[in-house]
């Protein structure tokens, strides 16, 4: 896995959504489990989903959070026009209205 790749992410998080569609389809599979194997499937479940959910985390810790930023324009004539709009539709303190 190398940080000029996303594939490592996409097969994590692949793994990660897989457990929670086996989660899903063991709970509409098992509507009242009664035995001790019904149980234990679902705990074999809920480790593996563990397992992949630690490993995508240490791999973020590994190759870095990639941060991004965006910048958008302020318009000031909006700015300027929302001012207007409050001085005009705003009741001062203690008005009643």
Request: aromatic content about 10%.
């Amino acid at each position: 896995m190398t940080n000029n790749t996303d594939s490592w992410k996409i097969k994590f998080r692949s793994m990660i959504r897989k457990q929670n569609i086996n989660m899903l389809a063991w709970q509409e599979n098992n509507p009242n489990p009664q035995t001790e194997e019904e149980f234990n499937g679902l705990l074999f479940i809920l480790g593996k989903l563990k397992d992949n959910v630690q490993s995508y985390c240490e791999n973020i810790r590994q190759y870095g959070w990639e941060k991004h930023s965006t910048t958008i324009p302020l318009n000031e004539s909006k700015l300027l026009e929302h001012d207007k709009w409050l001085e005009e539709n705003q009741h001062p303190e203690g008005s009643g209205s």
